[in-house]
């Protein structure tokens, strides 16, 4: 366990200036036992690649980087295999080598920012799929007693970008293992997103399309549309599609028709909280050095020395603006400490 230097502009997608009262670097589950036993570990933030993070300030407690690694294949049949990985694995780098094993089920999940330990607790998703699609059971050690859980998918209680993680087992819990069961042959890829089957027909590819087709599809759309954090810091997508009701989908159609809505199985709707900021012409507003990305309205950048405060500030704006206009709520996908 090594004591890093207390700064945690680097270890954030956004890269804002913050101080933490000091960041260790664990990189094996005997290292996390040693640091969850000593005093720094009270209060503490466990962070993976840091790329769902806002820091509006500097954290008065410690930080932990989770960087143990490791990942094996076990086959369960001859049509499924459990992919059981190691928390701190960076997750592109986790799908593009489950590809490489001949595996399908992540594809659409490829160029999502941040590591495997996170992805569980956020539910990840996009493109038409979601972890929870492909998740099988995740390890956990309680940061108080230090005893280690196993969570099934159904005692994770998956939502949208929502798990027990984030809310009753919120900071009582640290991942260190996860099991994906996934597909060895016959694969059924998911092109359902519009985006997708768009990118398909421009490139001429046709049936059958395999994981890795969808793999450099999504990739090549990510990149089209999301700015690279190492050259402008951003976290992605900074705000969840909100979810409203049938009665308030139907208002919203009846004032903007071409609002886009995607009916959901309990019957309320989910839309585009990118169109809704979009029409509003936000994309490309600026508050300080923290702005809306022109391409995509949905990601806040540091255009270059933003604070978290001004980052925070704008998302700020930008709520007030949804909520006068639509009489809707935007939720932060981010976290803002």
Known sequence: MSELSPLLNDFTTFGVAAKAKSVHALTSTAELHQFLKSPQSEHSLFLGQGSNVLFSSDYP????????????????SDSEALLIAAAGEPWHE??????????????NLALIPGSLGAAPIQNIGAYGVELKDVFEWCKAVHRTTLAERTFDAEECGFGYRESIFKNELKDQYVLTEVALRLSRNAHRVNTSYSPLQQWFNQASLHAPISPLDVAKAVCSIRRSKLPDPKVLGNAGSFFKNPVISAQKAKELSAHYPETPLYPQANGSFKVAAGWLIDRLNLKGFKLGKA?????????????????????????????????ETYGIELEEEVTIY
């Open 61 to 76: 407690y410690s930080v932990a980087l989770v960087r143990w690694k490791g990942k094996q294949v076990k086959l369960l």
């Open 94 to 107: 986790l799908v593009m080598w489950s590809l490489d094993q001949g595996l399908g089920g992540l594809e």
């Open 291 to 323: 702005a809306v990305h022109e391409k995509q309205a949905l990601v806040l950048i540091n255009s270059g020395g933003a604070s978290g405060r001004e980052i925070v500030d704008l998302s700020k704006h930008i709520k007030k603006r949804i909520l």
